[in-house]
């Protein structure tokens, strides 16, 4: 009979064991995820103000946000009416890379695959 209980309080022993094991790994991960999801919002509200911002060296007013999947279209010239070229900004923070969309889009602006079309509704 002794030696029941010694096995079933070695049994609860192990098992509060694994259990604040199993507590301060998912607090660690919360707090991984939370500094995580800090740093995107960071980066993400640095990118939208990047165009006021040392460094930006296009005119403010020649910038259009779009955040996905390029966070910025440049028509350079814009604002004094002479466009001279159109620039997909991509802005990144920290150690940040580009992402495999980024990447094709990059790939199809440096080969030229780039359109312009005019679509006429009629209601």
């Known amino acids: 009979m002794l030696y029941i209980l010694i096995i079933l309080l070695v049994i609860n022993l192990i098992l509060i064991y694994l259990l604040i094991k199993t507590i301060k790994r998912e607090k660690e991960i919360r707090k991984e995820a939370i500094e995580k999801s800090r740093q995107v919002l960071e980066g993400k509200f640095k990118e939208q103000l990047a165009p006021v911002l040392p460094g930006f060296k296009y005119n403010p007013s020649d910038a259009r ?30 150690e940040s890379k580009l992402t495999e969309k980024e990447k094709q889009i990059e790939n199809l602006v440096k080969a030229g695959r780039i359109e312009f079309e005019v679509l006429n509704l009629k209601f």
């Open 65 to 94: 946000f779009l955040g996905t999947p390029i966070d910025f279209v440049i028509f350079d010239g814009a604002s004094e009416n002479k466009i001279n070229k159109i620039v997909f900004l991509e802005i990144k923070t920290g």
